[in-house]
């Protein structure tokens, strides 16, 4: 089974149980990025779960191998992510 690329989008309260659930599913997701423009919670994140991390949505719009982003931000920033995402071609998850 083909390994879908998701990158997880905001590090802050609601990341721990998706990363530990992608974990769980490794055999068929890779994480290819986690992305916070925060550097505390990027260092803080990195040091409990081995994905890569980027500090800025454009590296998760560039990259054309990630098909999937999981927005794990405030509600107030979704539609502006979510909607870059789209236009990118990629499927969201809020």
């Keep these: ?8 989008v905001g590090l802050g309260m609601a990341v721990t149980p998706h990363a530990k659930s992608v974990l769980d599913l490794q055999d068929r997701v890779e994480v290819a990025c986690a992305m916070s423009p925060t550097a505390a919670r ?34 107030n920033t979704h539609l502006e992510i979510g909607s870059a ?10």
Aim: charged residues 15%.
């Design 1 to 8: 089974m083909p390994r879908h690329r998701i990158a997880l």
């Design 42 to 75: 990027r260092a803080a994140f990195a040091t409990h779960f081995p994905f890569p991390i980027a500090d800025n949505l454009d590296h998760i719009l560039a990259d054309r191998s990630i098909g999937v982003a999981a927005v794990l931000t405030p509600p």
């Design 85 to 94: 995402l789209a236009r990118a071609g990629k499927h969201v998850l809020l």
